[in-house]
Each structure stands twice: as structure tokens, then as C-alpha cells.
């Protein structure tokens, strides 16, 4: 069976229901084939090859909504799970606001978010790329690899409405991870961990390899820092908390649910003047571009923040008839087994003027900080939590690293205390990321 | 679906040493409730099968969602062909342990089949839940509650002549709600969950739950903040199962050992205080990490990792089994057909000892009692973190004022050793969730309440 008899099912399905008497209905195709090699115990554990598909139907009766999906594609069931989303929006509740689905728009052109490449990777050649990470980190016996992968996965959505809306799109990742940590017969070192991800085939395993081989290493004679007050320089992959507290503060889902610390601050300051971040969801090569987002409304790019002051709210189209604005394009759902929520694309954060180590340079004392593991409430910003990767800067240097250190506080305060971003952005899964140097944190050590 | 199966693996196993099958056909629901409103209701059903095969001492592993003989026998070539393009690599070839072949079709017992509760009732439940929440305090300014149910019907078949179906339902209700009062907001959530239908809301009345959650949101909303530093702590069974999973469970998981763990070579050494014993097991009924089998086809069983404060068994598959020399002990899981099975964790807990609650209270002149786990992560080095929502200061063996959540953290090890009070208040199951190691897993928690000293992460 040929995928265009799946898409004729669909839409005789799609025909059908509306027959029935669904007033709207949308249908979410989508098909990936994983390539992804394990590497645990420093060995290539398995080579694991997934090849997953299915279809999820919205459909709407007297504006409730309904949703079921199945991955089984003989027309009987396509057809028997689209009749159940009619079903379930029956006995569903009915939105007075509700406008309609996304009617067909010319769609941005978004480049470099599929590459051939690497959907023509081999399962040798996958394999050779993890053999490079595994070798290059293993040149130094003391490190040892907890975990490492390679991660193919080549995609392809569809997505249909009773508006005539049609769109299709191809996208291609690579992703290479390593979580390794160091040991000796005197130590063990914390997990050191970082990952190259990317649309194209352009990641250089060695130079992610070497990168975490030095960071694991430099975490071996780690000690535990005096308790105090002081600043701290955020690495790329530890400013999850404070992206994740704006990224769900603008979510519209949880502004009108009443639980955003960012509710009715749209023109307010909320961060410092240094500070100024954008949605972009089109941009070339982003890991979150698309050129239609989980509904079918083109994605834009979104003020959030600018010079610390609150612009926009992001919203799909339920949130946004609510309150009577149109969809910033910014539907998000990760698969058809879930119907469209609200997200971000790709966080662009404003760039500084300053590299890292010139913004280490006006430290006197403060705490380098690889990644933060704990637990965060973007509800009203308190995070708490044990410094990883973390190493102590003094008179402008890195020095010690750090072993039982934790950092407390609250990331809406964190915002405001933004002293410096650098000029140097990672590629980071929600988008290119600075490191950013914030004062006033509490860290917590010794007595 | 049997035949087909018996077919693809006579096929199979001439290209192979070991090959096994399994196909899972999984039955999902869910309604979720905000703010009084009905936001979701979803139902799917999908299903898939995938192929492992062992060449050579080389593990390969392909899915299908395609179930005909030719998709089938596809999916076994392209094991097959996997295995043997990683064989190179290996500089140590896998092989298993021994396990009983096993025939068996079984059915985890169910009374209220979540397939069968129509979803006027299932609407009824968390709406029920939400106006509890409001009911409570007019600082409520959110609620959210959750509701799902998981069915899965298993068969799995290996060249070994292993052949078994299972079926395993699992239902879940969680709530989270939101208090404000001016500038301050305070969250706070609660869950059950279990391998059982819908009788667990005849057992854990829902609006408990929900109360639960709304006197936790509107007491913090102006409780201090958490204190910083060093402290003597009552934690209470749910924290006490986290830290027998996330702290000290994942260093006994075999593969891990391999790699390093703080526990490497420690076996028989002392690892926590004398009094302390602590499990993982499969078998507590309606527990959310119980099966019958696993997927390798071992029987589940309850093994005791600590004896009285020794290291007795690390967990194992039937790989790490073969390098230790020992039994499987039944922690091969795998989330769905669409992913192979890794050591995992079932039920884990720390046995209960002796003290009541007020003994273990009323004894703490100095320290704090903390309430309500949020999950958390542990590292190589032992060091571990969790997330609290509530904490109360000790003062003079009694409790004393308030304090939000924070960040507990400590060394795995040493918290271990430095338990000095087990209550006798043992409870098992119903504290489920999800443990995150590469892929998502079903596990419960359990234990007493229990003291020890750990580090805040607070003010």
C-alpha cells in the first residue's frame, strides 16, 4: 500500500464525517523513519531502526471538538476513527467563540529544514558516526560514556481541513548526544553533558567528542564552594529554567487558565533593558521551523520581549477566538496522537556584545554554571536546584570545579538581574541561546 | 495475529541466534479538564510490532506498525541486518542468561474496565475534582485535572520458544491547581495512579485528591520560603520512595554498574544504615510497575537490592545477568513496541521499621518534615535532587510553622547511611509515575515515613 491510497482514505474519511453531520473536520498525517544508535558502558549498544506513521482527527460539531487516532491504515478503520472524533465532539463542550479552522494562506518559504542527506544516511555510516564520538572521549580512559547516541529521523507531515487546506512539508534532524562522566580510584565526577543538533548534515562528531572529553575531565577534584550571594554565568544549555519561565508565561493557554506570572503585563517590564527575545518560526534551519504550524496557520516572528519590556502572548486558534484576535501560528503538537496545544518555535534571544570569556573577565567571584538539575515552577518562577557542570570563577578566571553546590531563587527575578549576554549563541533545541551572566544568586554550599 | 507471529519467527531464526517478537495493541484515553472546561477529549488506538535479534553477539532491533507477513519478515531482515552492521564494533559480545520457557496468557485483574466506563462518567469524575478545588477557597485562581487510561495487550514470542500474552490496564487522575493572592501565586498537585481500572476512584475518593491539592496551593501561598542548608529530615513515603528509585535504585541498574555507578564492586559492603532494606519488585497488586513478565520474558519478581543495610543484588536483564553470573531478576522493560527493552525498575521501596509518626516527630528536637515529591535526577557520583512541595519546621518534637517547596539534595550513599528512624507505616503503590531513562516508564514508589539528613536548596 502506497502512501497516496493513505491520504485517498483520509480524505473519503474526512468526506464521510461531514456527511454524518461534522461541521469541520481536520485530519494530521504524519510518518517517521528513526535511525538511532545507542551507545552505553562505552560500547555501540544497538542499532535500532523505527518506521512509525498514523493519522489524528479533530472534528467539529456545534463548536465542541473531538479527537482519535489510529495508526492502522485499512479504510474501515481510518473511517471508524474519524466517526469517533465525531462522537466524542458530541458529547463535548460547545465554544460560543469558536470561528472556524484555518482557511488555506500562502505559506512563508522556510529553507534548510530538510536535507537529503541525511535521510540517505546508512545504518554503517550512523554506526561510524557514533564509533567517532565513542573513540575520540575514549582517548582518555578516565572517561567513561553513561549514555551517547546517534539519532536520525526523517519526517513527513500532512496536514488536510474541510477548508480545502492541503500542506504538506519535509524535515530532516540529526541529533548527537554524550552524557559522560570521569573516574579514577580516588573520584568520580559528575555527568558532563552537551549535544550537537541540527536540520542539516553539517555536525562535526569529533569537535562535540573533544568538547565533552575536556568538560569531563575538568570536573574530576570537584569541591563544594562556601555558601553566598554572588553572580552567576549561565552556559547556553542551563538557561532551560529562565527560557522555560518566559516560554510558558507567553503561552495564552496559561494566561487564560490564570496561572501565568505574566498575566496582564503585556507593556510591562519584566526582565532587564539587556534582555529582548523573539519567537521566530520561520527562520532558515531553526529546529522548530515549519512553513504551517499544528493547524495549518503560516508561523510568524514574534516580539516576546524587547529591552526587558513584555510585547506578545503567543496563541493557536482556540486561545486566540477567546479572545477575539487571530492565531500568531503558533499550534504546536508533537505527533498525531495529540491534538494542537499552544508553544514557541524558536526562541531568538538578543545577542551582547561580549564573548564568554570577556564576560567571565568582570567576575570577581561567581559560579560557572553547565546545567541546572532540579525543579523549577514557571508558575510563579522558584527554582531550586543542584549546580551541574558548574565551576567557580574568581578574579576573572575559571578555577574549581563544583561538587554538592545548589543555586535557589526565582527566575522572574533572574530576568531582571541580567547583567551581561554574550555575542557567541548555541544551537540549542529551542534556538540559539547566548550564555547569560545574571547577579544577585543564592548558592548554597558549605557553612 | 499468533500464527502469523510463530511464522515470522521460524522464518527469523534461520538468519539469527535469538530472535524475539513482540506486538502490543494499546488502547488510550484522555479528558482533560480547566477551569471547569472541557479542553480535551481524546481517544486513539494503535498498534505495532517490533523484532530484536542477537548475531553474533550483536544486538539489532526494527519496528513495524504494518502487520503483514511480508511487513513482518521485513522487519525480522532488518534485525537481523542491524545486528550484524554493529557486530564490528563490539569489542565484548553479548550473550544471555538462561531463562524457564514460559507459556501463559494472563490478564492483570481489572473491575471497572476503563473501555467499558462511558465518557459521560469519566467527564463526571474530574469535574467532580475541579469544583472541589474551587469549592475550597476563592484564592483558587486554577485548576487543572487529568484523566487516563492505558491499555495494552502484549504478545511476545522468542526462538527460545517462549510464547505469552499480557494484558495491562493502567488508569491515572492528576490535579493541579493554582492560589493567588496579589503578587504571590502558589502551585501544587497531586496524582494516582495504579494497574487498575476504575475502581481505583472507588478506593481514593477524587474529591480527597482534589483537597489534597487546594489546602497545599492556599496554606504555601504565604508559608516563608525554604530554609538553605544542611538539615535533619522526616520525609514522608512518597519522598522516601523517590529516594530508593531516583537516588540509590538507578546505581543498583546493572547497566549502570557496568558503566561505573557509585556501586560498582560493592556487593556485600555496607551501603546504608543497619536497620534499612530496600526492594524492587513487580508483584504488589494494582502497583503501577506491576507485570507478570517482563519483555524478555522473565518472571517478575521481588528483589531485595539492600539486606539490613548490605548490598545484596544489583538489577539485571538477561545480557547483564550473563557478565554477573546471576538470575535474571525481571527489569527488562521496554515503553512500547516501538522501543527495546532496558533495565528498568518496577515497585521501589524502603521497608518499613518500627516508630510511629508521633515517635518519629515528637524524638526530632531540631529539623524540618518535608511533604509531596515532584520528582527528580540523580548523577554518577550518587548526588541526587529531588523536588519537595511542602516543608514544616521541627521544633522541640513538635511541627512548627510552614515552608514552600524547594530542591532536597544529598549524596546517595551517605543519606542512606545516616537514616537513623524507620516508621512503621509502610505504603506501597498509588505514589506512581513516570521515570524518565531514555524512555518513559511505569513505576511505583513506597516506603515509610522515615529520617535522615539532606541539603535544602531554599532562601
New interface residues.
Given amino acids: ?1 502506497q502512501e497516496a491510497d493513505y491520504v485517498s482514505y483520509i480524505e473519503d474519511a474526512m468526506k464521510k464525517t461531514l456527511r454524518k453531520g461534522a461541521n469541520e473536520i481536520e485530519a494530521f498525517y504524519s510518518k517517521a523513519n528513526n535511525l538511532n ?2 551507545i ?15 493519522v ?1 482527527f479533530r472534528t467539529i460539531k456545534n463548536r465542541a ?9 485499512e479504510s474501515h478503520i481510518i473511517l471508524e ?1 474519524a466517526s ?1 472524533s465525531l462522537d ?1 465532539a458530541k ?3 460547545s ?1 460560543d467563540f469558536w470561528e472556524g479552522l484555518p482557511t488555506p494562506k500562502k505559506l512563508p518559504p522556510v529553507k534548510e529544514i530538510y536535507d537529503p542527506k541525511i535521510s540517505n544516511i546508512s ?2 555510516e550512523a ?1 561510524e558516526l ?2 567517532v564520538m565513542l573513540n575520540t572521549v575514549r582517548e582518555d580512559k578516565r572517561v ?4 551517547g547516541s546517534v539519532h536520525i529521523m526523517d519526517v513527513e507531515t500532512i496536514l488536510l481541513n474541510s477548508n480545502d487546506i492541503f500542506y504538506e512539508e519535509k524535515s530532516t534532524y540529526i541529533v548527537l548526544l554524550l552524557m559522560c ?1 570521569a ?1 579514577t580510584d580516588e573520584d ?4 558532563a553533558f552537551d549535544y550537537e543538533a541540527s536540520r542539516k548534515y553539517n555536525i562535526d562528531p569529533v569537535e562535540l567528542a573533544i568538547r565533552i572529553k575536556d568538560l569531563t575531565i575538568r570536573g574530576l577534584g570537584a569541591k563544594e564552594p562556601e ?1 553566598r550571594e554572588c553572580e552567576i554565568l549561565l552556559d547556553p544549555n542551563a538557561t532551560r529554567e529562565i527560557l522555560g519561565t518566559i516560554s510558558y508565561g507567553i503561552n495564552s ?1 496559561n494566561i487564560q ?3 501565568s ?1 505574566f498575566e496582564g503585563k503585556i507593556g510591562q517590564k519584566v526582565a532587564s533593558e539587556l534582555l529582548s527575545i523573539e519567537d521566530h518560526g520561520v527562520i532558515d534551519g531553526g529546529l522548530n521551523s515549519t512553513s504551517f504550524d499544528g493547524e495549518g496557520t503560516p508561523p510568524q516572528r514574534t516580539k516576546i520581549l524587547t529591552k526587558g519590556e513584555l510585547k506578545a502572548y503567543t496563541y493557536n486558534c482556540f486561545t486566540a477566538f477567546r479572545e477575539g484576535k487571530e492565531s500568531t501560528g503558533h499550534a504546536s503538537r508533537a505527533s498525531y ?3 494542537p496545544r499552544v508553544g514557541v518555535t524558536n526562541l531568538i534571544v538578543g545577542l551582547g556584545s561580549k564573548t564568554k570569556e570577556e564576560l567571565i573577565d568582570e567576575i570577581d567571584y561567581g559560579i560557572y554554571i553547565g546545567r541546572i ?3 523549577f ?1 514557571p ?2 518562577g ?1 527554582i ?3 549546580i ?1 557542570q558548574g565551576f567557580l570563577i574568581e578574579h576573572g578566571e575559571i578555577t574549581t570545579p563544583l ?2 553546590t ?3 531563587g526565582n527566575t522572574l527575578d533572574w530576568m531582571k538581574n541580567v547583567t551581561g549576554i554574550g555575542k557567541e549563541p548555541k544551537k540549542t533545541f529551542i534556538g540559539p541561546i547566548p550564555p547569560l551572566r545574571i547577579e544577585g544568586v ?1 548558592i ?1 554550599g558549605r ?1 | 495475529m499468533y500464527d502469523l507471529l510463530t511464522k515470522t519467527i521460524d522464518y527469523g531464526q534461520k538468519l539469527t541466534d535469538f530472535l524475539e517478537i513482540r506486538c502490543e495493541n494499546i488502547v488510550d484515553f484522555e479528558v482533560a479538564l480547566e477551569n471547569g472546561e472541557i479542553k480535551r477529549i481524546s481517544e486513539g488506538n494503535i498498534s505495532g510490532c517490533c523484532a530484536r535479534a542477537l548475531y553474533n553477539g550483536s544486538w539489532g532491533f526494527a519496528v513495524t506498525e504494518i502487520l503483514t507477513k511480508e511487513s513482518l519478515f521485513s522487519m525480522v531482515k532488518s534485525a537481523v541486518s542491524l545486528a550484524k552492521g554493529s557486530e564490528k564494533s563490539k569489542r565484548q559480545k553479548i550473550e544471555l542468561a538462561e531463562t524457564k520457557i514460559i507459556e501463559d496468557n494472563v490478564i492483570l485483574p481489572v473491575k471497572k474496565d476503563p473501555t467499558k466506563v462511558n465518557t459521560e462518567e469519566k467527564v463526571s469524575i474530574i469535574k467532580r475534582m475541579d469544583e472541589t478545588v474551587f469549592d475550597h477557597s476563592d484564592r483558587i485562581t486554577s485548576c487543572s485535572v487529568n484523566l487516563d487510561s492505558h491499555t495494552v495487550e502484549k504478545t511476545y514470542i522468542n526462538s527460545e520458544g517462549t510464547n505469552f500474552t499480557e494484558k495491562i490496564t493502567r488508569t491515572e487522575a492528576s490535579i493541579f491547581a493554582v492560589a493567588k493572592d496579589g503578587n504571590l501565586i502558589s502551585p501544587a498537585s497531586e496524582s494516582i495512579a495504579g494497574t487498575v481500572g476504575f475502581e481505583i476512584f472507588d478506593e481514593f475518593e477524587p474529591e480527597q485528591l482534589a483537597r489534597i491539592v487546594a489546602e497545599r496551593a492556599t496554606k504555601l501561598l504565604k508559608a516563608r520560603l525554604a530554609p538553605a542548608g544542611e538539615f535533619t529530615v522526616i520525609i514522608d513515603p512518597g519522598i522516601v520512595g523517590l529516594l530508593a528509585h531516583e537516588a540509590f535504585g538507578h546505581c543498583a541498574e546493572a547497566d549502570f554498574v557496568i558503566s561505573g555507578s557509585i556501586l560498582k564492586d560493592k556487593i556485600g559492603e555496607q551501603m546504608a544504615a543497619e536497620n534499612v532494606s530496600l526492594i524492587d519488585e513487580g508483584l504488589t497488586e494494582g502497583a503501577l510497575g506491576s507485570f507478570k513478565y517482563d519483555d524478555e520474558g522473565v518472571p517478575s519478581q521481588s528483589t531485595m537490592v539492600v539486606k539490613n543495610g548490605y548490598l545484596e543484588s544489583y538489577l539485571h536483564n538477561r545480557e547483564t545477568a550473563k557478565i554477573f553470573g546471576v538470575e535474571p531478576t525481571g527489569n527488562a522493560r521496554a515503553q512500547s513496541y516501538a522501543q527495546d527493552p532496558l533495565i528498568r525498575m518496577r515497585n521501589t521501596a524502603i521497608l518499613p521499621g518500627d516508630w510511629s509518626f508521633e515517635e518519629l516527630i515528637e524524638d526530632t528536637k531540631d529539623g524540618v518534615y518535608l511533604k509531596g515529591s515532584m520528582g527528580g535526577q540523580a548523577d554518577s557520583n550518587g548526588e541526587f535532587m529531588f523536588g519537595i512541595q511542602e516543608g514544616y519546621f521541627l521544633e522541640n518534637g513538635e511541627i512548627g510553622v510552614p515552608f514552600r517547596g524547594a530542591t532536597i539534595s544529598g549524596n546517595a550513599i551517605q543519606v542512606m547511611l545516616d537514616i537513623d528512624a524507620l516508621g512503621k507505616d509502610f505504603t506501597m503503590g498509588r505514589e506512581g509515575g513516570r521515570c524518565g531513562k531514555i524512555q518513559s516508564m511505569w513505576v511505583d514508589l513506597g516506603g515509610p515515613h522515615l529520617r535522615t539528613r539532606m541539603k535544602i536548596g531554599g532562601e
Avoid at chain 1, 40 to 54: A, S, W, Y
Avoid at chain 1, 65 to 73: A, C, E
Avoid at chain 1, 188 to 191: E, K, L, P
Wanted: glycine share 8%; no cysteine; net charge positive.
Fill in positions: 500500500m544508535v545507542r552505553e558502558k562505552n560500547e555501540i549498544i544497538n542499532e535500532k531502526q523505527q518506521k512509525t506513521h498514523g489524528g471538538m473531538g479527537y482519535s487516532y489510529t495508526n492502522q491504515f476513527t469517533k466524542i458529547i463535548s463542550q465554544y545504518a554503517e554506526v557514533a564509533l567513561q560514556v553513561d549514555t562522566f573516574r568520580i565526577g559528575s555527568f555558601s493557554e487558565k490564570k496561572s506570572p496522537l495529540t491534538p538539575s532540579g525543579n515552577r508558575q510563579n522558584m531550586s536546584g543542584t551541574k561538587i554538592g545548589m543555586v535557589s543564592k548554597i557553612k
